[in-house]
């Protein structure tokens, strides 16, 4: 009888489950040991309960810097096609709201569903509330062969997949960083973490009180006057800091340079579509506007209240002064500060509330196939590498394609 290779998979997530899947189509014996009662916690979370699953604008460029080399790799074997071709050979039907892709029953836990039925039909086993704790290759005679110690038994392997995900999300998805130690154990290296796609921290007390302010603008992110990263899209500013899609995509960044005591100071400009001239413009017609007015009137029609308590307390100036006591030259001063007022930044906010961890194992430990290069059988897959990409479907791709490719060389004989 031909033998049949049985895969462990440590970590029931998004990465574990396609592994799980890729590795069962192969042939092999599967079994999955997650350490909650449940699998894909975390999954049927994003996307604001909606999973935004991939993204059809995908690029390496789109993912960290020491990733990008790697990537362009990786995409190209599993990318965005596959990532469809696979969802659909499950039957999920996916739309495409300008690029994003999210099931059309508008609910993540229609993936965790159908990746479920999926490893049911291909009989893959499951342990729940089992934690992995040491992984020990003991193979005889130049053969592949594990122990897997986990806290309620030794399971014996042919191949391990360790898809444990990092530090990021919510306390309730347990995401403890366990695959960090063992893969040290395991002699692989680990690149310094930090929460990313999460809101920036600042201590800078003229920030809203109130519930806070949205409003589309450009944002740079910059170290003294070097500009490093520059988003567009909805900034909300509460009294505690700046978040929003454009702030959480150079979050990662910016924890990198904090880290480095590399102070971080971000530009908003709320006028992002109007260039100098179409601005000028702007501001004479608004200065020529007829009647006694005064400052606070003058701001009313330019931005948002809020903001404009945040500008004149930085001038220190009132709102009740009487425009002609203000004068044009600094009228103007003022205006031009809405297309650059500065917050330094203190820190990021934690883990708890970031998306993806940066850093992590790194991919110069592992081969095309997610395969560590010093301890063959064992393969290292989604968060839990040094992978993180922009917020929009990129990291969960990344969790699809790393689950993958390792579950189909895992799994073949
Ligand atoms: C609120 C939120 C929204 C998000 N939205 C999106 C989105 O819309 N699109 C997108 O691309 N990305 C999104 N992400 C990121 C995405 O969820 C992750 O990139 C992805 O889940 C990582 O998959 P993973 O399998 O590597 O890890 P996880 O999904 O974290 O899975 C790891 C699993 O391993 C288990 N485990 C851990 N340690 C052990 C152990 N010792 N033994 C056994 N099991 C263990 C855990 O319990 C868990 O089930 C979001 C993240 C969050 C927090």
Not at 98 to 126: D, H, W
Request: aromatic content about 6%; proline content about 2%; overall charge neutral.
């Amino acid at each position: 009888m031909a033998k049949v290779r049985k895969v462990i998979i440590a970590g029931g997530g998004a990465s574990g489950l396609c592994a799980a899947i890729a590795a069962a189509r192969e042939g092999a014996s599967v079994t999955v040991i997650e350490k909650t009662d449940i699998c894909g916690r975390k999954l049927s979370m994003t996307g604001n309960g909606r999973c935004n699953l991939t993204n059809m604008d995908m690029s390496y460029e789109d993912f960290n810097e020491s990733a990008k080399g790697r990537m362009k790799k990786f995409l190209n074997r599993f990318g965005v096609s596959r990532t469809m071709d696979f969802f659909e050979s499950l039957g999920l039907i996916m739309t495409d709201e300008a690029g994003y892709v999210y099931p059309i029953s508008g609910q993540a836990t229609s993936v965790v569903n159908i990746l479920m039925k999926e490893c049911e039909r291909l009989q893959v086993s499951f342990c729940y509330n089992e934690q992995v704790k040491k992984i020990t290759p003991d193979g005889k005679d130049g053969s592949i062969h594990f122990t897997v110690k986990t806290t309620k038994a030794e399971h014996e392997a042919d191949r391990v997949i360790l898809a444990m995900g990092g530090l990021a999300g919510p306390k309730t998805c347990m995401a403890t960083g366990d695959g960090y130690y063992i893969c040290e154990s395991l002699g692989m290296k680990k690149k310094e973490t930090f929460p990313a796609l999460t809101a920036l921290i600042s201590e800078d007390e003229t920030l809203p009180k109130n519930k806070g302010v949205r409003m589309m603008a450009t944002v740079s992110f910059m170290i003294g006057e070097g500009v490093f990263a520059t988003e567009y899209g909805e900034v909300q500013i509460t009294g505690t800091g700046i978040s929003g899609i454009p702030v959480m995509q150079a979050s990662g960044i910016v924890a990198e340079h904090l880290a480095k005591n590399r102070p971080v100071t971000v530009s908003i400009n709320f006028f992002p579509e109007h260039d100098d001239a179409e601005f000028e413009k702007m501001v004479t017609r608004m200065l020529s506007l007829p009647g006694e007015r005064r400052l606070g009137d003058l701001l009313e029609g330019f931005c948002n209240s809020e903001i404009n308590e945040m500008v004149l307390k930085r001038m220190k100036m009132s709102g009740s002064m009487k425009l002609k006591n203000v004068g044009d030259s600094m009228l103007r001063c003022i205006l031009e500060k809405y297309r650059d007022i500065r917050i330094d930044i203190s820190g990021v906010s934690d883990y708890k509330k970031a998306q993806v961890t940066r850093g992590g194992i790194s991919l110069g430990d592992i081969d095309d196939d997610c395969q560590s290069i010093n301890v063959p059988g064992v393969f290292v897959v989604g968060e839990l590498c040094d992978v993180d990409g922009r917020c929009g479907g990129y990291n969960l791709q990344w969790a699809w394609c790393s689950g993958y490719l390792a579950g189909e060389a895992a799994g073949c004989l």
